[in-house]
């Protein structure tokens, strides 16, 4: 059975068995975290990197304070456009 897979595949198998392995692990992600405990694993991760942040000054692992904004520009020109709209109102 080996001989008739390294003939198939040759040298590349280990190509394959990686291609196979991320696809499954991907999906096992996806699949994981919207159960409770990837919730709660991905909650202590989280918080583990803010404490690493935090506690050694690592600025690369934090998120600058407005960063959504770069991120999302399209729901920040829409609250913009809208507190700009209170502020007008808030005049009259």
């Known amino acids: ?25 991907a999906a096992f992600l996806a699949w994981f975290k919207d159960t409770n405990l990837g919730l709660w694993s991905y909650n202590k991760f989280n918080k583990s990197l803010e404490y690493l942040a935090t506690c050694f000054g690592w600025s690369w692992l934090q998120d600058p304070i407005n960063g959504w904004r770069v991120r999302y520009p399209d729901i920040t020109r829409k609250i913009d456009e809208l507190e700009s709209r209170i502020a007008e109102l808030e005049k009259k």
């Open 1 to 25: 059975m080996r001989d008739m897979i390294n003939q198939m595949f040759g040298d590349t198998l280990w190509i394959w068995t990686a291609i196979v392995g991320a696809l499954l692990g």
